[in-house]
């Protein structure tokens, strides 16, 4: 054929999808209803011309000199292309890119067929006379080897310059290849299955070019049957520890009139050493000399049908993997389409997705549906004179993509989701629970499951009606009235059941009357079961009808339940109910008024409102004294601050010990009120002064003392003067000592001590008193004094005297009576006269320390008198600055100086308090008076006189008002207001 004109090959008849041939227009039928079978292929092809359609793929023919296409093949989103001048063209269809590959230059036509594996990594190219090439496909350097028909391979670069001979075994054509699809090195073809024109399968495996070995494994022994289809598939591990030597593979080939399965493993050898003889295979006889061979398989699953082209039609099957071995066969499910009568001529094609087998004539390509086995869709070819004969139909396994093309053409083959009207197939085949899982919207789904559930009310199967119905938007009156009018209660209920778990959670009121009318028949079918079912059926209804409670608890109305449940005399329901919707409170009340106290208990225990403890306590606690106070110590110990002891007070009052269970001699109020105090840490003075109480109620006051001694002491938390009123009340004298004690009245204590005959308490509460010794000796003698007194023991009062530091023999003689025997207490009296002789002895020498103490005092006296200082004459006073020895002064021993009168004026003036100046002003006057009366001829005390003077000096002249203590009093003297006036912020006459 010429080459085309420019015009000619970007001619595109298909342009749109909905085009049907190149002649005729679109089909504008209606959609019908699935269920009018009159429309229903009607309805199918107009659909398919929304789901297919051809596009054009845009391949110039004319690009490559008006070539005729050969062969094609697609993988991983490339195309390659063999021509009849003896090219292959690689076709990346992302970026558009052309590869292409002279396999002979010479020659034109030498290209038969072509094999890709899934990922377009692996080429092999098969020649008319039995040679063939293998390009490698990946990365930007392309290297192919090419076998001579002599047998010899050729290793050539793009150019077939530089080639290099390599020897290997003489083959026929290939017709079929067999991938290793768990192979993904780009440079290895892994160990691949080839097919070949003389009915033998052999193995290979190419790497880095080079045909690594050439093995033939099978031969059907005819080769009037080529091996036109091979596929394998793998076994599903069998769990048993499945390993790669475990293996197990299915082989089917197939000629254009037979198929052959192959069960085995784990290696291809060992799989084909079974089937030395001739197997066993389906044969179809036709007229046609070639065929095709089709696995469809979900992506990366197993394979799970096939599809073969054949004579008289198409022949499909699906894969059921089991147990199979050797002599098995696999294929289940398997019939035969005949081609149409209105097609004329063999198919050329055949592929298959997963719902429609492709099949292509050579004036028209046929969609076929799997399910309906009708025409789909179907597209004529009109413009032969412009792309010439159609060749064949191939598909990308990867992308899924397919292509039909012919001399001059190739086309895409769009499909447009293919599974949108499957549902359609399937409700149609009554397979319901498969159409809905392709329905695509809600409005497809509600008719399915109307049909199913139309379906199964026709068939009598109420109850799987009931359930589908539930699922529909049919009308609920509609749906419950057909139940009642045939008077099945077990499908309204089950249609109720399964409408109310498909309800929304914001229609309250219809699932409020939902479930008030499913308890109705729930309590009605007890009622019926009971008086005429067995017990295991009664106790599955009850079972059944009791998780429906749990499940919808808040749906119902309380009170309308409860009335219903009543009615029906349900009195173990109406409690279960309650207890699910917390009314604890009905539920205790009624064991209460049954006196089913344990049971009541129960139920307080699961009770998370504290006020129900407070209401039926008084009760419970007066019948079941032991059981109450477990239930409050148990709730108190999940939360301290749960329940309040003050109001629990009532029912403790309510308590008598006569009620507690054989066994049970504790008294439990006692036992709770401790529990609080000790565990629960109460202050409450109510709680604490009722505890008091009850322990002043017991005949055993040892509890009392033990509980004063933890909680009774001046910092405690009990009311000590009500625990006294209370002791007192009740007789619990040395109780009451002790919180005499506590409240520091240690006399009163003693006394109540002595009281009662307790020394020992008595001497205890004696030694109590801190920072008292007058008291505390003043009580050992009241102790002393009743022990001789009272008791008439000597010795025994004789013996305080050494418990204590407090006390001498002389201090109790005076309570001896009056004859009383020296022999009693002559030992103490000796030990008493010993002390007082050592005491002598120690203030003899303290005395002769003191007395040379005052000597060598008299003696530094009498040298201080005799002390001096120098005074310059040039020396001034340091507050006038007049000469020092002007008049009297006084020298300290800094060497400053200062005229008495300056020193007396400053002291008076800035450094003596009050009381030194008033002393200072007696002093003055009595010296004046003396001197006077000394002058007048009186007598004159002169010791007197001198010892005035000397108190006068050491007022006045303590230290220098320079550097001694008064100029560092000065520091800490505040500034004078500024408003008493300037003067007084001139500064003292002090000058240095």
Same mark, same amino acid.
């Given at each position: 054929?010429?080459?085309?004109?420019?015009?000619?090959?970007?001619?595109?008849?298909?342009?749109?999808?909905? *085009?049907?041939?190149?002649?005729?227009?679109?089909?504008?039928?209606?959609?019908?209803?699935?269920?009018?079978?009159?429309?229903?292929?009607?309805?199918?092809?107009?659909?398919?011309?929304?789901?297919?359609?051809?596009?054009?793929?845009?391949?110039?023919?004319?690009?490559?000199?008006?070539?005729?296409?050969?062969?094609?093949?697609?993988?991983?989103?490339?195309?390659?292309?063999?021509?009849?001048?003896?090219?292959?063209?690689?076709?990346?269809?992302?970026?558009?890119?052309?590869?292409?590959?002279?396999?002979?230059?010479?020659?034109?036509?030498?290209?038969?067929?072509? @094999?890709?594996?899934?990922?377009?990594?692996?080429?092999?190219?098969?020649?008319?006379?039995?040679?063939?090439?293998?390009?490698?496909?990946?990365?930007?350097?392309?290297?192919?080897?090419?076998?001579?028909?002599?047998?010899?391979?050729?290793?050539?670069?793009?150019?077939?310059?530089?080639?290099?001979?390599?020897? $290997?075994?003489?083959?026929?054509?290939?017709?079929?290849?067999?991938?290793?699809?768990?192979?993904?090195?780009?440079?290895?073809?892994?160990?691949?299955?080839?097919?070949?024109?003389?009915?033998?399968?052999?193995?290979?495996?190419?790497?880095?070019?080079?045909?690594?070995?050439?093995?033939?494994?099978?031969?059907?022994?005819?080769?009037?049957?080529?091996?036109?289809?091979?596929?394998?598939?793998?076994?599903?591990?069998? !769990?048993?520890?499945?390993?790669?030597?475990?293996?197990?593979?299915?082989?089917?080939?197939?000629?254009?009139?037979?198929?052959?399965?192959?069960?085995?493993?784990?290696?291809?050898?060992?799989?084909?050493?079974?089937?030395?003889?001739?197997?066993?295979?389906?044969?179809?006889?036709?007229?046609?000399?070639?065929?095709?061979? @089709?696995?469809?398989?979900?992506?990366?699953?197993?394979?799970?049908?096939?599809?073969?082209?054949?004579?008289?039609?198409?022949?499909?099957?699906?894969?059921?993997?089991?147990?199979?071995?050797?002599?098995?066969?696999?294929?289940?499910?398997?019939?035969?389409?005949?081609?149409?009568?209105? *097609?004329?001529?063999?198919?050329?094609?055949?592929?298959?997705?997963?719902?429609?087998?492709?099949?292509?004539?050579?004036?028209?390509?046929?969609?076929?549906? =799997?399910?309906?086995?009708?025409?789909?869709?179907?597209?004529?070819?009109?413009?032969?004179?412009?792309?010439?004969?159609?060749?064949?139909?191939?598909?990308?396994?990867?992308?899924?993509?397919?292509?039909?093309?012919?001399?001059? #053409?190739?086309?895409?083959?769009?499909?447009? !989701?293919?599974?949108?009207?499957?549902?359609?197939?399937?409700?149609?085949?009554?397979?319901?629970?498969?159409?809905?899982?392709?329905?695509?919207?809600?409005?497809?789904?509600?008719?399915?499951?109307?049909?199913?559930?139309?379906?199964?009310?026709?068939?009598?199967?109420?109850?799987?009606?009931?359930?589908?119905?539930?699922?529909?938007?049919?009308?609920?009156?509609?749906?419950?009235?057909?139940?009642?009018?045939?008077?099945?209660?077990?499908?309204?209920?089950?249609?109720? &059941?399964?409408?109310?778990?498909? $309800?929304?959670?914001?229609?309250?009121?219809?699932?409020?009357?939902?479930?008030?009318?499913?308890?109705? #028949?729930?309590?009605?079918?007890?009622?019926?079961?009971?008086?005429?079912?067995?017990?295991?059926?009664?106790?599955?209804?009850?079972?059944?009808?009791? @998780?429906?409670?749990?499940?919808?608890?808040?749906?119902?109305?309380?009170?309308?339940?409860?009335?219903?449940?009543?009615?029906?005399?349900? $009195?173990?329901?109406?409690?279960?109910?309650?207890?699910?919707?917390?009314?604890?409170?009905?539920?205790?009340?009624?064991?209460?008024?049954?006196?089913?106290?344990?049971?009541?208990?129960?139920?307080?225990?699961?009770?998370?409102?504290?006020?129900?403890?407070?209401? @039926?306590?008084?009760?419970?606690?007066?019948?079941?004294?032991?059981?109450?106070?477990?239930?409050?110590?148990?709730? &108190?110990?999940?939360?301290?601050?749960?329940?309040?002891?003050?109001?629990?007070?009532?029912?403790?009052?309510?308590?008598?010990?006569?009620?507690?269970?054989?066994?049970?001699?504790?008294?439990?109020?006692?036992?709770?009120? =401790?529990?609080?105090?000790?565990?629960?840490?109460?202050?409450?003075?109510?709680?604490?002064?009722?505890?008091?109480?009850?322990?002043?109620?017991?005949?055993?006051?040892?509890? #009392?003392?033990?509980?004063?001694?933890?909680?009774?002491?001046?910092?405690?938390?009990?009311?000590?003067?009500?625990?006294?009123?209370?002791?007192?009340?009740?007789?619990?004298?040395?109780?009451?000592?002790?919180?005499?004690?506590?409240?520091?009245?240690?006399?009163?204590?003693?006394?109540?001590?002595?009281?009662?005959?307790?020394?020992?308490?008595?001497?205890?509460?004696?030694?109590?008193?801190?920072?008292?010794?007058?008291?505390?000796?003043?009580?050992?003698?009241?102790?002393?004094?009743?022990?001789?007194?009272?008791?008439?023991?000597?010795?025994?009062?004789?013996?305080?005297?050494?418990?204590?530091?407090?006390?001498?023999?002389?201090?109790?003689?005076?309570?001896?009576?009056?004859?009383?025997?020296?022999?009693?207490?002559?030992?103490?009296?000796?030990?008493?006269?010993?002390?007082?002789?050592?005491?002598?002895?120690?203030?003899?020498?303290?005395?002769?320390?003191?007395?040379?103490?005052?000597?060598?005092?008299?003696?530094?006296?009498?040298?201080?008198?005799?002390?001096?200082?120098?005074?310059?004459?040039?020396?001034?006073?340091?507050?006038?600055?007049?000469?020092?020895?002007?008049?009297?002064?006084?020298?300290?021993?800094?060497?400053?100086?200062?005229?008495?009168?300056?020193?007396?004026?400053?002291?008076?003036?800035?450094?003596?308090?009050?009381?030194?100046?008033?002393?200072?002003?007696?002093?003055?006057?009595?010296?004046?008076?003396?001197?006077?009366?000394?002058?007048?001829?009186?007598?004159?005390?002169?010791?007197?006189?001198?010892?005035?003077?000397?108190?006068?000096?050491? *007022?006045?002249?303590?230290?220098?008002?320079?550097?001694?203590?008064?100029?560092?009093? #000065?520091?800490?003297?505040?500034?004078?207001?500024?408003?008493?006036?300037?003067?007084?912020?001139?500064?003292?006459?002090?000058?240095?």
């Amino acid at each position: 054929m010429d080459l085309l004109d420019d015009d000619e090959y970007l001619y595109n008849p298909y342009d749109t999808a909905a *085009v049907q041939s190149d002649n005729e227009g679109d089909d504008d039928d209606g959609i019908s209803e699935v269920t009018d079978t009159e429309s229903h292929n009607a309805l199918q092809a107009h659909t398919a011309n929304q789901i297919f359609s051809l596009h054009n793929a845009s391949w110039k023919a004319k690009q490559h000199g008006g070539a005729r296409i050969k062969h094609m093949v697609a993988a991983g989103s490339t195309v390659f292309v063999a021509t009849d001048r003896g090219k292959v063209v690689r076709w990346h269809l992302g970026s558009g890119e052309e590869q292409d590959m002279v396999i002979d230059k010479g020659r034109n036509d030498v290209i038969f067929k072509l @094999h890709v594996d899934r990922s377009g990594l692996h080429l092999i190219i098969g020649g008319n006379q039995g040679e063939y090439a293998y390009p490698h496909t990946y990365g930007h350097t392309r290297s192919y080897a090419y076998r001579e028909p002599r047998g010899e391979l050729v290793r050539a670069d793009r150019a077939l310059s530089e080639a290099a001979l390599i020897s $290997m075994a003489k083959g026929a054509r290939i017709e079929s290849v067999c991938w290793d699809r768990d192979c993904e090195d780009n440079a290895n073809t892994g160990v691949i299955m080839v097919g070949t024109s003389t009915g033998t399968i052999c193995k290979t495996q190419i790497v880095d070019g080079r045909e690594k070995f050439w093995k033939e494994i099978f031969s059907l022994q005819d080769a009037a049957h080529p091996i036109c289809g091979l596929h394998y598939e793998l076994f599903p591990p069998s !769990g048993k520890g499945y390993m790669d030597n475990a293996r197990k593979y299915f082989v089917m080939a197939a000629t254009p009139t037979r198929y052959y399965e192959f069960i085995g493993g784990p290696t291809y050898d060992a799989l084909f050493a079974q089937y030395a003889t001739a197997p066993a295979f389906i044969e179809l006889p036709g007229d046609l000399d070639y065929s095709d061979l @089709h696995f469809f398989r979900k992506e990366n699953g197993r394979a799970s049908s096939f599809v073969w082209l054949t004579g008289p039609g198409i022949y499909s099957g699906s894969f059921s993997f089991g147990s199979q071995n050797a002599g098995d066969s696999i294929i289940h499910d398997y019939k035969l389409l005949p081609y149409s009568s209105e *097609v004329h001529g063999p198919p050329l094609g055949l592929l298959s997705t997963e719902f429609h087998w492709f099949v292509l004539f050579a004036d028209r390509l046929q969609v076929i549906n =799997q399910l309906t086995q009708e025409v789909a869709w179907e597209h004529s070819f009109a413009s032969r004179h412009v792309y010439g004969d159609m060749r064949g139909i191939v598909q990308d396994a990867v992308s899924g993509k397919l292509w039909v093309y012919a001399d001059y #053409m190739v086309n895409e083959v769009a499909i447009n !989701g293919e599974d949108q009207n499957v549902w359609r197939c399937y409700l149609a085949k009554g397979q319901y629970d498969t159409a809905l899982q392709y329905c695509q919207d809600l409005s497809q789904r509600e008719k399915v499951l109307t049909a199913q559930a139309d379906h199964y009310f026709s068939e009598k199967q109420w109850e799987l009606a009931a359930s589908m119905y539930a699922k529909t938007k049919r009308s609920f009156e509609e749906i419950t009235l057909k139940f009642i009018n045939l008077d099945e209660k077990n499908a309204l209920k089950r249609y109720l &059941s399964d409408k109310l778990d498909n $309800m929304r959670s914001t229609d309250k009121a219809q699932l409020t009357m939902i479930c008030t009318w499913l308890c109705e #028949m729930y309590l009605d079918k007890l009622n019926s079961v009971k008086d005429i079912g067995s017990e295991a059926q009664y106790g599955y209804i009850l079972d059944e009808f009791r @998780h429906f409670l749990q499940d919808n608890v808040s749906n119902f109305d309380a009170e309308t339940t409860y009335q219903l449940i009543l009615n029906h005399g349900r $009195m173990d329901v109406m409690l279960y109910y309650a207890e699910l919707n917390g009314d604890h409170d009905r539920v205790i009340s009624h064991h209460v008024q049954r006196r089913e106290w344990t049971k009541a208990l129960d139920v307080l225990a699961k009770c998370p409102d504290a006020s129900l403890y407070y209401v @039926h306590s008084p009760t419970l606690m007066q019948h079941a004294p032991v059981g109450t106070t477990n239930a409050w110590i148990n709730a &108190s110990r999940t939360s301290k601050k749960f329940l309040d002891p003050r109001k629990l007070i009532p029912a403790l009052m309510r308590y008598n010990i006569a009620n507690n269970p054989p066994g049970h001699k504790a008294n439990q109020a006692l036992r709770f009120l =401790q529990h609080c105090v000790k565990n629960l840490e109460s202050r409450d003075p109510v709680v604490l002064n009722y505890l008091v109480t009850l322990f002043c109620q017991q005949d055993d006051e040892k509890a #009392m003392l033990a509980f004063l001694a933890d909680y009774g002491g001046p910092n405690g938390r009990l009311d000590l003067q009500y625990a006294m009123r209370a002791c007192q009340q009740s007789g619990k004298r040395e109780a009451c000592v002790h919180i005499l004690a506590s409240l520091e009245q240690y006399e009163q204590a003693v006394d109540l001590a002595l009281d009662i005959k307790d020394i020992e308490l008595a001497k205890l509460n004696a030694d109590k008193v801190e920072d008292n010794d007058d008291l505390r000796k003043r009580l050992w003698l009241r102790i002393a004094r009743y022990v001789i007194e009272e008791e008439k023991d000597v010795r025994k009062a004789i013996a305080f005297i050494g418990q204590t530091d407090m006390l001498k023999v002389e201090d109790i003689l005076p309570f001896f009576p009056d004859f009383a025997r020296i022999d009693d207490f002559k030992e103490a009296i000796c030990t008493s006269l010993e002390e007082y002789h050592e005491q002598i002895e120690e203030l003899k020498q303290g005395m002769e320390e003191a007395t040379k103490s005052a000597e060598l005092i008299r003696k530094d006296i009498g040298d201080l008198r005799g002390r001096f200082g120098f005074v310059r004459s040039s020396q001034k006073c340091g507050f006038c600055r007049q000469p020092v020895l002007a008049a009297g002064l006084y020298l300290f021993p800094c060497q400053h100086g200062f005229h008495i009168t300056c020193q007396e004026q400053w002291m008076l003036q800035e450094h003596l308090g009050e009381t030194d100046k008033r002393r200072v002003r007696e002093l003055k006057q009595a010296i004046r008076a003396e001197e006077a009366r000394g002058h007048a001829g009186g007598g004159v005390e002169a010791g007197g006189l001198e010892r005035m003077r000397a108190e006068l000096d050491d *007022v006045l002249a303590c230290d220098c008002p320079l550097c001694g203590n008064p100029a560092i009093d #000065m520091i800490n003297k505040p500034l004078p207001p500024l408003a008493q006036g300037p003067s007084y912020w001139d500064l003292p006459p002090l000058r240095l």
